[in-house]
């Protein structure tokens, strides 16, 4: 069960995160991030960030470029955070594929409808 202070520093946290990364959109060649959930620890020490990429096959490269400049970009995040957030959190980057599960059952659903449809 999520505290109501973990829900507001989850919600600081994804709004951040997301300003950082669209600043960064230009060295991303084309490829927009966006901050899609922010989870907070009970004890506020780590903080889980899902993220969604497109173009979707540019992802898992994102991803590991990412987690490579997590020192960084935790940085980045103590710096606009500083007078709410006494310690920021360890950030830790995760690939948010809920829009391709989405589209994948979407295309099944419509193959399945026109299967039907030529019976």
């Known amino acids: 069960m999520e505290t109501t202070r973990q829900a507001k520093i989850a919600r600081l946290l994804q709004k951040e995160l997301s300003e950082i990364f669209r600043q960064q959109t230009a060295k991303t060649h084309g490829v927009i991030i966006s901050v899609s959930t922010v989870r907070v620890s009970p004890d506020l020490s780590v903080a ?17 470029s990412i987690n490579r400049s997590a020192k960084t970009i935790r ?3 103590a710096q606009r955070v500083r007078f709410q957030l006494r310690r920021t959190p360890e950030l830790t980057f995760y690939l948010d594929d809920s829009l391709d599960y989405i589209d994948n059952i979407d295309s099944l659903l419509r193959s399945d409808s026109t299967d039907r449809k030529t019976e």
């Open 48 to 64: 889980k960030a899902y993220l969604s990429v497109f173009p979707s096959d540019k992802a898992d490269d994102m991803l590991e």
């Open 75 to 77: 940085y980045d995040l």
